[in-house]
């Protein structure tokens, strides 16, 4: 009888058969850390069985698609994206906590960055070694017990950063309005600094401005190129810095998803906390997430808590120049307000630092704490 147990903790596979220990594989599992939404890329815990064995004879590096294999890929091409390869073992949940996790497609798989094994790192299934993978799948069989051991000893380090105002120097919604027409780009920034102020709740002005606005997708398209046009200086190397101390970066805005992704593509940023924007197949505007936290004061905290309750860090810090990243002090170890563009009166008064530059030591220096 075969078992598998799995360590988040060591980032290790131990196989057992009865009681002995028979291979310890390293593996990478959710970057994002523990959790059991569908849709979150969050790793679930507890007790498992293996619910299928997909790719058996055939070669090393088969990629899947859909769990069909669709080719053979080459390492030479390099290790972009979070491809499915060699075997795929399913998972079947059999706590009522993760009883969805067939329906989420969790996987133990062979994977295309063996580079990152031994660091959380995937998508949120379980990733090995492609020659471990294979050995793996010859090893156990339909129904083989699975146990996900949870995270246990804080290491993680999340580093959370606003958008507009700070790593890039507009204002996403302004410009939105900005592309539609003076008076109703006037209303839209009053309103936005007052909800930054902290003048008004930040549910209310955000309501009104989408109603106001009206954004379509050429809209939205051009913003996102505004952004990146108008990244902080010193913020791209700080990002850079961040991650080579074992940072994890995570965008989070009250600003809009889709225009906000190319920007953190470009800082190589994987994690991007905002607000969904609908638009049809004409590009015409369709809604945006209104139940979305960051659309509310204190849903910066939501989000964050949720992160923390994921990974358990060992250290959190929070960037931003507004009342809503002021009101993640109590959530975060350091919570840093950026006047590099805007300086917000109340935000420099209550930041646990105060910062106009990504350059600056007292900044630069969290990182290495």
């Known amino acids: 009888m075969t078992r598998i147990e799995i360590s988040l903790d060591r980032q290790e596979l131990d196989l057992f058969r009865r009681d002995e220990l028979i291979r310890t594989y390293r593996i990478s599992s959710g970057e994002k850390g523990m959790g059991f939404v569908d849709g979150s890329f969050r790793t679930p815990t507890g007790r498992f069985a293996i619910a299928g064995k997909i790719g058996n004879g055939e070669p090393i590096y088969t990629r899947f ?9 080459n390492p030479q091409d390099g290790g972009d994206g979070d491809l499915i390869l060699s075997r795929i073992l399913r998972l079947d949940g059999l706590d009522d906590q993760n009883a969805n996790t067939l329906e989420r497609y969790i996987y133990i798989h062979g994977t295309n960055r063996e580079d990152l094994l031994g660091t959380p790192s995937s998508h949120g299934c379980i990733r090995l070694a492609n020659t471990d993978m294979i050995e793996l799948s010859d090893e156990v069989a339909d ?25 890039s120097a507009i204002e996403g919604i302004d410009e939105l309005a900005r592309l539609s027409d003076p008076a109703i780009f006037a209303q839209v920034v009053a309103l936005t600094n007052a909800a930054m102020n902290g003048d008004l709740a930040l549910n209310e002005v955000f309501g009104k401005r989408m109603e106001i606005i009206k954004p379509n997708q050429s809209m939205a398209d051009e913003v996102a190129r505004l952004y990146i046009d108008h990244i902080v200086t010193g913020a791209h190397e700080f990002i850079v810095t961040a ?3 074992g940072w994890i970066p995570v965008i989070l805005s009250g600003g809009f998803e889709p225009l906000i992704r190319p920007l953190a593509d470009h800082l190589g940023i994987n994690h991007v906390e905002a607000v969904p924007v609908f638009f049809n197949e004409y590009g015409t505007y369709a809604g945006y997430g209104a139940d979305f936290p960051t659309t509310r004061n204190h849903g910066k905290n939501e989000i964050i808590n949720e992160w923390k309750r ?13 009342i809503s990243d002021l009101e ?3 959530d975060v170890d350091v919570m840093v307000g950026f006047g590099g563009i805007i300086s917000r009166e109340k935000v420099k008064a209550g930041a646990d630092v105060w910062v106009e530059g990504f350059a600056e030591s007292s900044i630069i220096s969290l990182l290495s704490d």
Do not use: E, Q, Y
Not at 65 to 73: E, K, L, M, Q
Not at 146 to 167: G, N, Q
């Open 65 to 73: 698609n859909a769990r069909v294999p669709v080719g053979i890929w």
């Open 243 to 245: 991650k080579s101390k």
């Open 328 to 330: 993640t002090k109590p």
């Open 310 to 322: 994921a990974t358990l860090p060992a250290r959190v810090v929070m960037i931003g120049d507004g």
């Open 143 to 167: 129904g083989t017990n699975v146990t996900i051991h949870p995270v246990t000893i804080p290491k993680a380090k999340l580093l959370f950063v606003d958008c507009d105002s700070t790593l």
